[in-house]
Structure formats: C-alpha cells, structure tokens
Nanobody, 125 residues
Framework: QVQLVESGGGLVQAGGSLRLSCAAS????????TGWFRQAPGKDREFVAA????????YYADSVEGRFTISRDNAKNTVLLQMNSLKLEDTARYYC??????????????????WGQGTQVTVSS
C-alpha cells in the first residue's frame, strides 16, 4: 500500500506563489509516475502535472505550462509542485496520485492507483 499526504495549500493573491508537497510512504514504484490533479467545485478533476520517478520526465497541462514546475526528491519520496503566477482559475483542491507501474498516459486520472486526500488552493483577486 501507498499513503500520500499533500501539504502546502492555502490562500494566496493572484500573481502569487505556492509550493505543494506530496509525501509518499509505504511501498514505492520506481518505474511509475506521480501526478498532480485538481478539481474545482462543479468541475471534473483535471490533470495538472506529472513526473516519472526514473528519468524525471515531466508533463504539464497547457493551462499551467510555464507557470508550474513539478520536481521530485527520490530520497525523501516527495514530489513538489511549485506554482507561480497563480490565477483565479487555479483555485481548486489539488490531489497527488501515484501509479503502480508506467502505463504511458500520465495525463489520465485512470492511470493512477493511489490518491491523497488533497489540499485546497484558493487564489483571490
């Protein structure tokens, strides 16, 4: 089993920054990816970013490309999401997720087997 705990969310003004952290405990899967997704009230969960544990390949949604950066600390089993130039539309609950093995579609929530409880990000004007 894998336990995921997100932290770092909060209230920030538009244009500001936040850094989210996803700490994984339990079994790890060196060949898989960790992803960040978000869900705003009344909307579907959407892909934000993902990173592969081996190789470090990264993937971003068009809406966050150039503003968000995903990184990993393999030794600490932690994945970070640095969010800069935040916009009102970034307001959502952010979830990290881990897949047991690489399936080749990191953008798809169906690829992931374990999910955290999420952390709220609210961007104000």
């Amino acid at each position: 089993q894998v336990q995921l705990v997100e932290s770092g969310g909060g209230l920030v003004q538009a244009g500001g920054s936040l850094r989210l952290s996803c700490a994984a405990s339990g079994r790890t899967f060196s060949g898989s990816a960790t992803g960040w997704f978000r869900q705003a009230p009344g909307k579907d969960r959407e892909f934000v970013a993902a990173i592969r544990w081996s190789g470090g390949n990264t993937y971003y949604a068009d809406s966050v490309e150039g503003r968000f950066t995903i990184s990993r600390d393999n030794a600490k089993n932690t994945v970070l999401l640095q969010m800069n130039s935040l916009k009102l539309e970034d307001t959502a609950r952010y979830y990290c997720a881990v897949e047991r093995y690489w399936r080749g579609r990191p953008y798809s929530s169906g690829e992931y087997d374990y999910w955290g409880q999420g952390t709220q990000v609210t961007v104000s004007s």
